[in-house]
């Protein structure tokens, strides 16, 4: 099949880079599969090179919390409509989507995991530190919680465990006496408010590093605020039993919190004789691929096959 789009024609907001997908195309080897669920398709990035690769006949079912980046996947994949179906859900509830849709075995699904460029670069979703925008990170907007919440209302303990656990951050307890220091005077509401509370909290030598101070504070806020911990392993575990025999199963991960989960789900789901892990080490992006695009840079890619 010959190219279906180019990239710079799609705007770019609503652009996402496809991290690791040669790899995926060619580990969940899906120019033989008949039926795929993409259990994150975000704007539908990665989704757009699996049709370049799938058999005219083949399905693809497509879920995200996101409904705004559902629609956005919807336009995107405006070309290939009839042969695919999207649904908003967690990935948690994987099984009764496919109930609903009558489907009772797939043949590859996908998790790639995190928040997607398009998420991120939207100011008024949250996610990012560089952009003023308000303290939300909610993936699914109808969820009641969001970082307001939390910032403004968890004490130091609950602040400092979040930050800690979820942002292995070493000046977790300091950052969270800063926070509730600051919003005595007024409630923290914008991104960029945070992310000068947590630079003051920083020791002066250690601001300008290379990673940002506010970094792994806004990754722990984000994965408190969508519980993305809390619902990953099961959901692997829900996902592989809708598996038909030899079909595969594979997890793009971004930090080693999701890659131990994903490993440790995957090494219980084989000493069970349920998959046979196909990547006995994590696949990681090439040289080229970090350079086109940074953000791949600790991505890994994990995939097993129902045995
Ligand atoms: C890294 S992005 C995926 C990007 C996508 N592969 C693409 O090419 O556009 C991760 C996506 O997963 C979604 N997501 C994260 N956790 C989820 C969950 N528990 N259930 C459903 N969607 C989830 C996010 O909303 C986001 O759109």
């Known amino acids: 099949m010959g190219v ?4 710079p024609e799609l705007m770019e907001e609503l652009w996402h880079y496809p991290v690791l997908y040669r790899e995926v195309l060619e580990l ?3 120019n033989r599969r008949k039926l795929i669920v993409d259990c994150t398709i975000g704007v539908g990035s990665l989704a757009l090179k699996f049709f370049e690769a799938m058999k005219p006949d083949a399905f693809l079912i497509g879920i995200d919390k996101d409904g705004e980046s559902l629609e956005v996947a919807r336009r995107n994949l405006g070309p290939f409509e009839g042969r695919f179906v999207l649904r908003k859900s967690d990935f948690f509830n994987v099984a009764g989507v496919l109930k609903d849709l009558g489907i009772l ?3 590859a699904l996908i998790f790639d995991l995190g928040i997607s460029t398009y998420q991120l670069s939207s100011t008024e979703r949250g996610f990012s530190f560089l952009k003023e925008g308000p303290l939300d990170m909610r993936m ?7 970082a307001y919440d939390l910032v403004n209302n968890l004490s ?7 930050f800690k656990k979820f942002g292995e951050e070493r000046y977790a307890k300091k950052i969270a006496h800063f926070i509730v220091q600051a919003r005595r005077r007024a409630p923290i509401s914008s991104t960029t408010e945070l992310a000068g509370v947590v630079m003051q909290a920083f020791p002066p030598k250690k601001r300008y590093g290379r990673i940002h101070p506010a970094t792994r504070i806004f990754q ?4 408190a605020v969508n519980r993305e911990l809390e619902v990953l392993g099961e959901s692997i575990e829900i996902a592989t039993s809708l598996l038909n025999k030899g079909g595969r199963i594979g997890v793009i991960s971004f ?7 994903v490993k440790h789900t995957f090494k219980n789901l084989a000493s069970s ?20 695009n940074s953000a791949s840079r600790c991505a890994k890619l994990r995939v097993a096959e129902k045995l």
Request: charged share 30%.
């Open 156 to 162: 130091v303990g609950e602040l400092t465990r979040i």
């Open 273 to 292: 004789h349920v998959l046979e892990i196909i990547t006995k080490k994590p696949v990681s992006p090439t040289l080229g691929e970090i350079e086109e």
């Open 105 to 107: 075995g797939v043949d």
């Open 4 to 7: 279906l789009y180019s990239e």
């Open 140 to 146: 699914d907007k109808d969820a009641f919680v969001s």
């Open 28 to 30: 969940l080897a899906i």
């Open 220 to 223: 722990a806020l984000r994965i």
């Open 255 to 261: 930090h080693s919190l999701e890659d131990r989960i």
